[in-house]
C-alpha cells in the first residue's frame, strides 16, 4: 500500500489538493465492499436496478431500485451498519400543520398504509434483507413513529435480531397539533440492533460520553428537525438532520467502516457518512430524490476536502 512505504521524515509533508484527495479514500486501498451479482448484464431480464451515481475515490454509490431486490443479490456479510428510514405509512388522509397551515398529511404514493398484514410483511422482507447483507458484528438503525416502529420492533424479534436500545429522538421544534385532541407529537422512536444475539456490536461508549458533557449519554436525545440550511438542494418531506445520522455514526462505527441507507431519501445519512470518513452505499427508487441526494453528497465531498488541515 502506497501510504506504508512513504520513507520516513522529520519534516511534515505540504500536500497538493490532488493528493489530499486521494488520502482520503483511495479505490486502491478502500474499496466498497458491497458487490451486487448482478452487476453484470442480464441477457433477457430487465436490469433491476441501476448505479445512479458511484464516486470511488470517496467510497460513495447510489442504486437506483427496489432496496429488497437489491439487497437480496448483494454479498451476505459485507455490510457494518445500517441506518434504515422505512416508509411510515402515515399518509392516509389525515391532518398536520406544516408552516403554520393546516395541510392533508401526504408525504408520497410510497408512504400510504397497504393494512397491517401487508405493511408487517414488507416490513419482515426489508429486514430479513438488511440482516444477511450485516457483517456479523454489524448493527441496524430503524426510525418511525407509533406507524410502523411496533411493527419493525416485532418483525426484528421474530427474525432474531438483538434489540439494544430504544432511542427516544425528541424534537424540540415539533409543530402544534392542530385538532387540540392529542399530546403533540414531538417524538420519533430509533430502534438500534444487533444482527443476532451472538454479535458482538460496536459501541463507542467514551466518545458518546465526551459528547454529553463527560456524563453516559441516555436513550433521550434532543435534537431539532432539519435547518433550511440542510434544504437548500430541495427537501425531502421526511428528510432526517445530518446531527441525528451523525451521532448514530459515531457511536456504532469505525472510520472506514461501510454504511448502508436502503431507504436513503436525500441522503442525509451519506452526508453524515462523508463528513466522518465512512463509506456509504444508498439505495432509492425515485429519481427526485436521487438527484437531491447526488446534489447535497458533492456538497459534503467538496466540504471535506476543503476543510482538510494543511
Ligand atoms: C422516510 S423516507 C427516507 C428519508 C431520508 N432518511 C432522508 O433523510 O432524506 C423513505 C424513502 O424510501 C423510498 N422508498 C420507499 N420504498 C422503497 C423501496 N422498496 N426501495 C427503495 N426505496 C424505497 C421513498 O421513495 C422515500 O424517499
Not at 249 to 256: D, L, M, R
Request: include cysteine; proline fraction near 5%; hydrophobic fraction near 35%.
Amino acid at each position: 500500500m502506497k501510504l506504508m512505504k512513504r520513507k520516513k521524515s522529520n519534516k511534515s509533508p505540504v500536500l497538493s489538493a490532488k493528493k489530499k484527495r486521494e488520502l482520503i479514500h483511495s479505490y486502491k486501498v478502500n474499496p466498497i465492499e458491497f458487490y451486487i451479482s448482478e452487476e453484470t448484464a442480464i441477457y433477457g431480464k430487465k436490469k433491476l436496478f441501476t448505479r445512479y451515481y458511484d464516486n470511488p475515490e470517496h467510497s460513495v454509490r447510489l442504486l437506483k431500485g427496489d432496496c429488497v431486490e437489491i439487497l437480496n443479490q448483494a454479498r451476505e456479510n459485507s455490510v457494518d451498519m445500517i441506518f434504515a428510514d422505512p416508509p411510515y405509512c402515515l399518509s392516509n388522509g389525515g391532518i398536520t400543520c406544516h408552516a403554520g397551515k393546516m395541510v392533508s398529511v401526504n408525504k408520497g404514493k410510497w408512504d400510504k398504509s397497504k393494512g397491517i398484514e401487508e405493511n408487517h410483511k414488507f416490513t419482515l422482507e426489508w429486514l430479513k434483507a438488511c440482516q444477511r447483507v450485516l457483517k456479523p458484528n454489524g448493527t441496524i438503525w430503524v426510525s418511525g413513529t407509533t406507524h410502523i416502529i411496533y411493527l419493525v420492533g416485532f418483525a426484528m424479534q421474530e427474525l432474531g435480531y438483538k434489540i439494544l436500545n430504544d432511542i427516544i429522538w425528541y424534537k424540540r421544534n415539533a409543530p402544534p397539533n392542530l385538532s387540540c385532541r392529542y399530546f403533540t407529537h414531538s417524538t420519533e422512536i430509533v430502534l438500534w440492533a444487533a444482527k443476532n444475539e451472538k454479535s458482538k456490536h460496536y459501541f463507542d461508549y467514551k466518545l458518546m460520553k465526551k459528547m454529553n458533557n463527560g456524563k453516559q449519554m441516555r436513550n433521550v436525545w434532543e435534537i431539532s428537525a432539519p435547518p433550511a440550511e440542510e434544504k437548500k438542494f430541495g427537501k425531502h418531506p421526511t428528510q432526517k438532520p445530518v446531527e441525528l445520522l451523525k451521532r448514530i455514526i459515531q457511536a456504532s462505527t469505525k472510520e472506514g467502516d461501510l454504511v448502508l441507507d436502503p431507504f436513503c431519501g436525500s441522503s442525509t445519512t451519506g452526508v453524515a457518512a462523508v463528513l466522518l470518513n465512512r463509506k456509504y452505499v444508498g439505495i432509492e427508487l425515485e429519481e427526485e430524490y436521487l438527484q437531491l441526494s447526488k446534489k447535497r453528497l458533492e456538497e459534503a465531498i467538496e466540504n471535506k476536502v476543503t476543510n482538510l488541515p494543511d
